[in-house]
């Protein structure tokens, strides 16, 4: 029937007036994956940064260890060089030798032997002085390192458990995320990937302009938790080898990254200045100019140029050199 023709076309156009208006129900959770993918990763970095500065501590605690070492061998060896100036002069003294005043009187043929006597005398007296308080400083050196040396040994054990430790957290951490990326929608993980048009800048002259340059011919690249380059980086990877391309040493994590150089404003960053995000000073990008910085993001994400505000919260902004 006509009427009922015309009701059913209708609610079919209200049905699909309905469907078209309501969103995807696939959206919020695929916006939420990302958001969660986003943390896990910030997260992840944390801990990678936790376990590189580990590792670091680590090695200045063996280097302490192998110079507390090498200075107890030192000081034993000088303790043996004086016992042996030692033993020869109280030697001298069991087979008759008397370095005193008496003695030189008693066996001087004149005057004038007695003052030779008496000077030859003194000097060796002050010679066996010398030489036991030398020993005896040797000695005291030679404790004093053993000690230090047993002392950084334990503080080395310590970090090298605190290492693993965070070995651990760290693998697991970036097995979580990984796997979130997974869950992600193709259109998310192209968006991620996505370097958009490579920015080009004239670099200042210096040292800053030459680590931006590097840092900038990086663009596209992967980033991978913990690595070190040239073909895949992390944050501060990047930093420490754009800085080391123009001659300067800087630190390998973002946490002594933020204490070097000088602090400066928002408002007076310069290309090739350091900025260190989030309360924790886990992530560093690079300022290209006033709005703009490059910096190897997170996995899923080359090294790319991004706003200097939409990174993350900012700690602090560091100028390494001038």
């Avoid at 076309?9 to 007036?17: D, E």
């Avoid at 050196?141 to 040396?149: F, I, M, N, Y």
Wanted: proline share 4%.
């Amino acid at each position: 029937m006509p009427g009922r023709a015309a009701r059913t076309t209708a609610l079919a156009a209200v049905i699909a007036a309905t469907v078209v208006s309501m969103p995807s129900a696939h959206a919020q959770p695929a916006e939420d994956a990302l958001k969660v993918y986003n943390d896990l990763t910030r997260e992840a970095e944390k801990l990678s940064q936790d376990h590189l500065k580990a590792q670091s501590d680590l090695q200045h605690a063996n280097s302490i260890v192998a110079a507390a070492t090498d200075a107890e061998k030192k000081a034993l060896a000088d303790s043996e060089q004086f016992r042996g100036q030692v033993d020869v002069l109280t030697e001298a003294s069991f087979e008759g030798a008397r370095f005193n005043n008496l003695s030189a009187l008693l066996t001087s043929t004149s005057q004038q032997d007695f003052l030779a006597r008496m000077q030859a005398m003194n000097i060796l007296a002050s010679d066996q002085n010398e030489a036991v308080a030398r020993l005896d400083a040797a000695l005291t050196t030679a404790q004093k390192a053993r000690t230090d040396a047993t002392t950084a040994a334990g503080a080395a054990e310590k970090f090298a458990a605190d290492v693993s430790t965070r070995k651990v957290a760290m693998d697991a951490q970036v097995s979580t995320a990984r796997s979130k990326y997974q869950s992600l929608t193709r259109p998310q993980q192209q968006t991620l990937a996505s370097t958009g048009p490579k920015v080009t800048v004239n670099a200042p002259a210096g040292a800053a302009g030459a680590a931006l340059n590097f840092a900038m011919a990086q663009q596209g690249k992967p980033y991978v938790f913990g690595s070190n380059g040239p073909d895949s980086w992390d944050c501060s990877s990047l930093m420490q080898k754009a800085y080391a391309s123009a001659g300067v040493s800087i630190p390998r994590v973002t946490y002594d990254q933020a204490k070097i150089g000088r602090a400066v404003g928002r408002g007076e960053v310069a290309p090739g200045d350091l900025v260190i995000y989030y309360a924790g000073q886990s992530h560093v990008a690079m300022v290209v100019d006033g709005t703009r910085a490059v910096h190897a993001s997170t996995e899923g994400v080359p090294v790319k140029v991004a706003n200097i505000d939409s990174i993350g919260p900012i700690s602090v902004i560091r100028r390494v050199v001038g």
